[in-house]
């Protein structure tokens, strides 16, 4: 598959990296180079006396290089997928040298390694244990937590803005010595809200009920169904084993990276990529958890198709997954098939999946017939039933939207809930493009 | 929704103080509120905070989109124009990254050229380039297409698409505005810029006045002269040295002609008969009268030379007047063609000659440049004036002998330099890789040849501690000049 520039830059770690990248993708640095089906190499002149040895596995992007960088992707498998997207022409189809040979042999046995792996016996009474320790520890913290929110609402929430960082510092931390890192994170998101803006009450209320929601829903597990039991588990901050979750038989698909966003969290990078099933119309989040330096297992970038195998959290509103197997994928000819067909089926279909999980953050949405308009000083997305959504004050691409659509009512991909959404993609000219 | 509304508002006071009214509870979740407010055994908060999160779930599930009919069609006309290549496309996008506006230029000079439109999806960088550099606007417009015309009304950061008609622009515009137009028009249509400029003349302020003069140096010409003439009793200094900078470069003006007298009276080629009269002995006599108007030394003509001139206070003024008249004048005051001018003061006034190049330059009297081309002197004013393969060998052919300053000079040329010219200024910068770095690259690329890729990595600095610099400069230098050809390339060039 043969990535454009900008899904190649994407996969950049940093500004340095894509500009060094750049530098790059120029034949004269490149001593030698190939491609076939399974992989993209080249020797690349360094300033060492023996040039890098720079391979990329097309099946599944994945690099290695043998300069010494800590960066991953480092600036020569960056420089060597650009030289190829520019000058396809200079690559030859050849026979994999040795060294290349080697480390795509050992990828594919890694990979049965995984499999054995996973076969190990579990010391289920232990296990057992101390899964029963832990919810004892949550189940305390969650009723210190629903005494903290009574005490917002018995004293008001215009007082908050006054308090400190150390308000909700505290009682994340304290969530966090309870095993519920979940609702940490919820904690900490509600002290992330801009106090400052007009009309805070509503969201931060929003964000409020929600914590709610979870931290009494998990006092009444018992009473509730075995899927939303694990929306709650998840949301405390429960984790599922992946081995066991792939085992299970996954959904295949041909899926879009219809976008992609990372952000620093503490010592972590968290990568969120939100896939698209063209056969199935089904919708999916990978979350990528990286510490600094270390190598993502996955390089999906922005309009990148996979032919890939997901597998489903257990969820009353299945959405993240994770990758069992995966090849990256041509273009195909017929991209969107199915999506909705305005705001109306949208909302009908965010009634649905409230009313399964309540508390369930925003999902991306493909819908046919959009266009940007302005009204009143603010820009909306129109369908073509004359039905207005907002476009998020934090959208900041808003031109590129317009330029690629004119104007003209175009598919796009969007991401939101209720009546305010972010643009993430549109299709022009039958090709999918990120904004 | 009124029954949320009524949440926040309780909120924010706090179910520790007296509730303000009852919330109006939908039908749909009347009979769910009953219960909790019917269980005894949940506290006065519990009761608000179930109460609040079955209202928000009702208010999440209750969306219902806006909806409007009646919003004006806004959309971009359909493209008049084909778009270029995804190659082009693919190598401007290459050239963004680079952030190189020279670049930039040179690929939408192309593109122009070609007729054809950029990709529509790097309309607003390109849109937002030219609102910083206003000399990539035309380009930018010409590129841009009917999309480019169509986001520039909605951003009004994009508003130089408008382009008003000249005499509109003229009337109404700024002053940055009206310089411009004026300048334009003068190019086109001289005597109506001129017109245009009587008109307002009197509205104007010292300092626009001194301003719009500036453009009349464009296509400036005799039919000028009745009003500039005019305008030498303006009161403002400034005012007053533009006029007399217009007037001097115009022949028959008051003050050219001012000058004329004089050096009538003060050079002259004198031809005497020697060695019983087989030999004509011709000399040039440089005499000032012994009484010259005064009032010339108020036009910018200094009357000292200046210690270390190393002439005379004499010489220096008739070398000022010299390179202020035009070079037609000697050839009625030797009665002679213009090459035998030139050999007459080479010959017999040497250091005058460069005063006859500023002379030629000054007056754009182009049909003697090639009389002075061999000399020893280097004239800058030249290199714009000659064709392109003559230009390239008097800047080459001047870089050889070791005058300075003349790679400087070709920096002001409007064309790109040749190929052998290019190879022998490269090996100068390579020796001075801190002065010609790679900003200086950068902003000159538009000159430097292609040709030359090949023979850079042959080129190394003299000096051994210079030659790590130089590498990463020629590298820059390849990679923009690989751009170049790629641009070039892109579109057939």
């Known amino acids: 598959m043969l990535l454009t520039e900008d899904q190649i830059l994407s996969l950049a770690p940093d500004e340095a990296s894509k500009k060094a990248g750049r530098d790059l993708a120029n034949p004269a640095k490149w001593v030698s180079k190939g491609i076939n089906e399974q992989a993209l190499w080249g020797e690349c002149q360094g300033s060492g006396s023996k040039p890098y040895q720079t391979q990329v596995d097309l099946t599944a992007i994945a690099f290695k290089c043998s300069c010494p960088s800590r960066k991953f992707p480092c600036k020569h498998g960056l420089g060597l997928l650009l030289l190829r997207a520019r000058q396809p022409g200079l690559f030859s189809t050849s026979n994999m040298p040795q060294w290349v040979n080697d480390w795509i042999s050992k990828r594919s046995e890694k990979e049965e390694k995984k499999v054995e792996k996973a076969d190990k016996p579990v010391d289920e009474a232990a296990q057992a244990k101390r899964q029963q320790a832990r919810e004892q520890k949550v189940s305390a913290g969650i009723n210190e937590l629903l005494v903290w929110i009574k ?152 309009g990148m198709y996979i032919d890939a195998e997901l597998a489903y959290f257990p969820s009353s509103v299945p959405y993240r997954a994770i990758v069992k197997n995966h090849t990256t994928a041509r273009r195909p000819e017929n991209q969107v098939t199915q999506c909705f067909k305005g705001w109306q089926e949208i909302a009908e279909q965010e009634t649905l999946l409230n009313s399964r999980l309540p508390f369930r953050n925003e999902m991306p949405f493909v819908v046919a017939s959009l266009k940007p308009v302005l009204y009143q000083n603010q820009w909306w997305l129109q369908d073509t039933d004359g039905c207005l959504c907002k476009i998020t004050a934090d959208f900041k691409n808003i031109w590129q939207l317009m330029a690629i659509t004119g104007g003209e009512p175009a598919t796009m991909s969007i991401i939101g809930k209720e009546n305010e959404y972010r643009p993430i993609g549109a299709w022009y000219n039958n090709n999918y493009q990120a904004v | 929704m009124r029954a949320w509304e009524h949440i926040i508002n309780a909120a924010m006071i706090g179910t520790g103080k007296p509730m303000p009214g009852n919330p109006e509870i939908p039908g749909d979740i009347a009979a769910i509120v009953d219960v909790i407010e019917a269980e005894e055994l949940l506290d006065k908060e519990s009761k608000y905070l179930q109460k609040a999160a079955l209202i928000y779930n009702y208010r999440q599930c209750g969306f219902t989109p806006l909806q409007k009919h009646d919003l004006l069609l806004n959309k971009a006309e359909a493209e008049t124009r084909q778009y270029c290549s995804d190659t082009a496309a693919g190598v401007l996008n290459t050239i963004l990254h680079e952030d190189n506006l020279s670049l930039m230029e040179l690929w939408l000079t192309n593109c122009s050229k070609s007729g054809l439109l950029a990709l529509p999806n790097v309309l607003p960088v390109i849109l937002d380039k030219a609102q910083k550099d206003a000399a990539l606007q035309p380009l930018v417009i010409a590129c841009s297409g009917n999309r480019g015309a169509w986001l520039s009304r909605l951003n009004p950061a994009w508003g130089y698409f408008s382009v008003l008609p000249d005499e509109e622009l003229w009337q109404t515009g700024n002053p940055e505005q009206r310089t411009k137009v004026l300048a334009n028009t003068r190019q086109n249509n001289a005597p109506q810029a001129l017109e245009w400029l009587h008109q307002t003349w009197d509205q104007e302020n010292a300092a626009a006045k001194a301003e719009l003069l500036k453009a009349l140096k464009i296509n400036s010409g005799p039919d000028d002269l009745p009003w500039l003439e005019s305008l030498l009793t303006e009161k403002g200094q400034k005012v007053k040295d533009e006029v007399m900078a217009l007037l001097k470069q115009i022949p028959g003006s008051s003050i050219v002609r001012q000058y004329e007298d004089i050096l009538s009276r003060s050079v002259m080629l004198k031809k005497e008969k020697a060695m019983l009269g087989m030999m004509t002995k011709i000399s040039i006599s440089l005499k000032l009268p ?173 000096d051994i501690n210079m030659q790590s610099a130089w590498g990463k400069n020629r590298e820059h230098l390849i990679k923009l000049l690989g751009l170049k050809q790629q641009t070039l390339k892109a579109f057939n060039a």
């Open chain 1, 151 to 302: 005490d917002i609402v018995r004293n008001g929430i215009l007082s908050l803005p006054e308090k400190g960082g150390a308000y909700w510092e505290n009682m994340s931390r304290r969530m966090v010595d309870a095993q519920a890192t979940g609702l940490a994170a919820m904690i900490k998101n509600l002290g992330a809200t801009n106090f400052w803006n007009e009309g805070w009450q509503s969201g931060f209320m929003g964000k409020l009920l929600q914590l709610y929601l979870v931290a009494e829903s998990y006092r009444h597990i018992p009473n509730i169904n075995e899927l939303l039991q694990q929306d709650v588990r998840s949301a405390i901050g429960f984790t599922i084993n992946q081995e066991e979750l792939k085992q299970q038989t996954g959904t295949k698909d041909t899926w879009l990276v219809l976008g992609k966003d990372s952000r620093e969290e503490q010592q972590l990078t968290i990568e969120q990529n939100w896939l698209y099933g063209l056969n199935t119309n089904q919708y999916a989040l990978i979350l990528q958890f990286n510490a600094k330096g270390q190598v993502s297992t996955l390089s999906l970038t922005q």
């Open chain 2, 290 to 462: 012994a009484s010259i108007d005064e009032s010339i030394y108020k036009t910018g003509i200094e009357k000292l030379a200046g210690p270390k001139s190393g002439i005379s206070d004499e010489q220096h003024v008739l070398y000022q007047l010299i390179g202020a008249v035009p070079p037609s004048f000697w050839e009625k005051q030797f009665e002679a063609t213009p090459a035998q001018v030139v050999e007459y003061f080479d010959k017999y006034a040497s250091m005058m000659t460069s005063a006859l190049g500023n002379a030629i330059s000054q007056f754009n009297a182009n049909d003697w440049i090639p009389y002075l081309l061999n000399h020893d002197s280097f004239y800058p004013d030249f290199i714009n004036k000659l064709p392109l393969p003559e230009r390239d060998k008097y800047l080459l052919r001047s870089l050889n002998r070791g005058i300075p300053n003349v790679i400087h000079t070709a920096l002001n040329c409007s064309q790109q330099w040749g190929t052998e010219f290019a190879r022998v200024a490269m090996q100068q910068m390579a020796n001075h890789p801190y002065e010609y770095n790679r900003a200086f690259f950068n902003r000159h690329i538009k000159l430097i040849p292609t040709e030359i890729i090949s023979q850079l990595e042959k080129l190394e600095a003299k």
